[in-house]
């Protein structure tokens, strides 16, 4: 099993930034890939940005936030961040992290986390 946990999410006005962190615990060792996928009101859950836990560490991003998220992770904290600059308020949303695992289930969620971006 793989826990996840986010923090970091809050208020900021539009044009500001925000760091969002994932903890990951349990079997850390059957990640492959971690990710952050976001959910507004009455819309679907959408990847805004995801990395491979090994490796080179490619990544992807959604074309609503190239240029304004990086991630990255850091293996030794098992921890994958998500830093968010000039938002939008339309960045509005619930953040989750997710990963990607060998194990059953394939796939695990944290709780999520709030950000708002005031216009």
């Known amino acids: 099993q793989v826990q996840l946990v986010e923090s970091g999410g809050g208020l900021v006005q539009a044009g500001g930034s925000l760091r969002l962190s994932c903890a990951a615990s349990?079997?850390?060792?059957?990640?492959?890939?971690l990710g952050w996928y976001r959910q507004a009101p009455g819309k679907q859950r959408e990847l805004v940005a995801s990395?491979?836990?090994?490796?080179?560490?490619?990544?992807y991003y959604a074309d609503s936030v190239k240029g304004r998220f990086t991630i990255s992770r850091v293996n030794a904290k098992n921890t994958v961040y998500l830093q968010m600059n000039s938002l939008k308020p339309e960045d509005t949303a619930v953040y989750y992290c997710?990963?990607?695992?060998?194990?059953?289930?394939?796939?695990?969620w944290g709780q999520g986390t709030q950000v708002t971006v005031s216009s």
């Open positions: 997710h990963a990607n695992s060998t194990l059953y289930p394939p796939s695990y």
């Open positions: 990395i491979n836990r090994g490796g080179s560490g490619s990544a």
């Open positions: 349990g079997s850390i060792f059957s990640i492959t890939r």
